[in-house]
């Protein structure tokens, strides 16, 4: 019997490594998706994505069941993220002009595992840029709705997850979710075909 996150996460709280390996191979490619994502950049999520699981590691004896293990996992990529992001902001600026995805092969491996495009060259010239587009809409919008938007178009995750990770009203994550989808929409619609 499939056994729930919350139970898994207790279990590995009272020293079962076997569940903590299981919760590692459940959430390793969604919690690395999101934190790509964010940062833009495979080396950062790679760094985050493990700084996130060592974290739960560490909190294991803390952990109790009056949230879902989802919602508690990514709020701890999500301010390992922002973190980050604080810090690049002092570092260096990305060039909006600048593609997203460095050329090289492991972020084209990254992009491809995100992404999955086609198989067909002409198919796949035409997603790559297509999300090259979107990646550039996605970092002009604020860090608040760019978060809100990829929990729920990329993550599936629901409005009162996403209000819980983002430790705001429900209002707010569904306010945001749509002036983010508004300015994306906005900076995309010439591209889209009427």
């Known amino acids: 019997m499939l056994r729930t996150d919350e139970e898994l996460m207790l279990s590995c709280r009272d020293g079962d490594e076997g569940a903590f390996e299981t919760l590692y ?15 833009l950049s ?23 069941k009056t949230a879902k293990f989802k919602t508690w996992l ?7 993220c922002r973190d980050r992001i ?15 995805f460095s050329q ?17 060259p002409a198919k796949r010239a035409q997603t790559d840029e297509i999300q090259t587009l979107v990646q550039q809409a ?7 709705q760019r978060t809100v938007v990829i929990l729920r178009q990329y993550h599936a995750l629901k409005f009162s997850e996403i209000a819980e990770i983002m430790n705001c009203p429900l209002g707010t994550a569904k306010s945001l979710n749509h002036r983010g989808r508004e300015k994306l ?9 009427r």
């Open 138 to 144: 996605f970092t002009k919008l604020p860090q608040q």
């Open 42 to 64: 495979a080396a950062d999520a790679e760094d985050l994505c493990q700084e996130t699981f060592l974290k739960v590691i560490r909190a294991k004896k803390r952990y109790r």
């Open 86 to 100: 604080r810090r690049m902001k002092f570092r260096s600026h990305l060039s909006l002009n600048s593609p997203v």
């Open 25 to 39: 191979r459940r959430y390793e490619k969604p919690v690395f998706s999101f934190i790509y994502r964010m940062v």
């Open 74 to 80: 990514f709020q701890i990529a999500l301010n390992l």
């Open 185 to 193: 929409m906005k900076s995309l619609a010439k591209y889209v075909e």
């Open 104 to 120: 090289d092969c492991e972020d084209n491996q990254i992009q491809q595992s995100v992404c999955d495009p086609s198989s067909d």
